[in-house]
């Protein structure tokens, strides 16, 4: 498995593979066609409620991916599920953030990296 992480807005390539929108909210002002996404993962994202607190603060990456991982931990199942479906794809999480370097796709990545081959269970 080969994970990526694009910005939403850029422009699909055939390099992405599975594209998978890792977000909470669907992407200011583009359309489904636009953006062919494969798939929403939208129970894997962060809550509302650590999104917001984070709000895109560089000061609070750290935390935000303490308490990020804490959360999908706690839910394994949607892990699982999303781990099975990308299988042994190449896969581009996508994120709409003009961050960069410092949001959800990119901790989701490391996440699933450092637990490749394992099998997400509750």
Aim: no cysteine; hydrophobic share 35%; proline share 4%.
């Amino acid at each position: 498995m080969a994970i990526r992480v694009k910005r939403v807005y850029d422009e699909p390539s055939a390099n992405d593979g599975l594209r998978i929108l890792v977000d909470r909210l669907w992407p200011r002002g583009l359309t489904k066609a636009k953006a062919r996404i494969d798939f929403w993962a939208k129970s894997i994202s962060p809550s509302n409620e650590l999104r917001r607190w984070y709000s895109h603060e560089p000061d609070k990456w750290e935390e935000f991916r303490v308490r990020y991982i804490r959360e999908l931990e706690e839910n394994l199942m949607a892990a699982g599920e999303l781990r099975e479906k990308i299988g042994d794809q190449t896969v581009t999480f996508l994120y709409s953030s003009k961050e960069e370097r410092l949001n959800n796709a990119v901790a989701l990545k490391e996440y699933f990296e450092r637990n490749q081959g394992q099998i997400f269970q509750p």
